[in-house]
């Protein structure tokens, strides 16, 4: 690196890292999540709003890969930490929820999208129009798990049964969307094989094969580097295989965290950080903001025009609807009760950054125009900045976060096994 490139990279980071966070803390003034004043950062520096001559100035294109990549590590840290921490003796308490709630929220705002695609499809010309009408429904069913981790994190749902049904939901259904679009971009003639898939079995096995060997080096009180860079090696090893495989990295930071989390976990009980988790909290300031405007950099909304307000408002009824009702009636088939079924619905409708990695992925493979491309942008963001204003209202209106989430482990409102 030279050092030109060097003073520009550090440069870059300063402006990034100071105007994300002081239109973070301006957002969450209005009881948005930081992670929305951080992308609104990265679209306010990129070109929809700023001249590409600013822009280059600003971030030079040799520089981008760069934060890239550090951001990149960091919410790969990010996830690892959501995944390390993962109480998994509530999962499986919580098992026939997570289900119910993951097919909910992925089948009923899929359908939703497929039945607005159609009508779409024709002021939208697109190469393959199967291939479109099945991507707009796989776009309109997404949760953005490390967005909606971040989230319940600055609301202090992490530890409630709430929060952590929720975010295996997402997970859940963030998993099944994933493996979706793979198989839409094959469609689309624009990927690999969707079959090397099927390396995720033995990828699986061997990781619960060696998790006593990994619990063993994380329970170690020596802090010794090699323990370290083992440590490191196999989280980086479990985001190749899941970038490799077709899913994204972001899964293969949790499915380590998951396999270094402990097997039950009582009330109040916590465990001493390891290295990685340690290294997590340190950096996730950093480097989770630098991940948020970097995909932020990449919407250009200046194409936008009043043409397409009606698809815009559509896109919104269709987004909103099929996530809110489909989180509240799988909360509901699973018995629970009204005020958290319709907060659990509410969650599970921010998309943020998942839904921008998706659309990218759509536009490189040619299935979205500009113009769709930016209105499902706007749709993105909405749907994320709308949850906390929404969470903050049924406080209002006497819903107790803590006392609700925990009560959600309760047979009476869960249903009985």
Known sequence: MSSSVAAALFLSLAVLLVLARVLGLV???????????EIATG???GPTFLPAS??????PAEVRPILSGLANIGVALFMFGVGREFDQGMARRLARPVVAMALFTVLVPLGLGVLTALLLVRRHQADNQVAFVAFVGVAMSITAFPVLARILDERRLTGTAIGRLALTGAAVNDMLAWIALIFVIALAGASSSPWRLLALIPYVALLILLTPVLRRLRDNPDPSFVR????????????????WVGLHFIFGAFLFGLVLAPKRRDAGESEPPDFLM???????PILLPVYFVVAGLRVDLSGFSSRDVADLLLILVVAIGGKVVGGFVGARFCGVRGRPALLMGI????RGLTELVVLGVGLDAGLLDPRLYSSMVVMALITTAMTGPFVKLLESRGLVLAEAGNAIADPELVGRP
């Open 228 to 243: 370290m860079v083992l440590l490191f090696a196999g989280l980086a090893l479990s985001c190749w295989m899941t970038e």
């Open 27 to 37: 957002t969450s003034r209005l009881f948005q999540p930081l992670v929305v004043g």
């Open 54 to 59: 600013v822009g280059a100035r600003l971030f």
């Open 347 to 350: 969650l599970l409708n921010a």
């Open 43 to 45: 679209v306010l520096l």
């Open 278 to 284: 340690r290294l997590a909290k340190l950096t996730a």
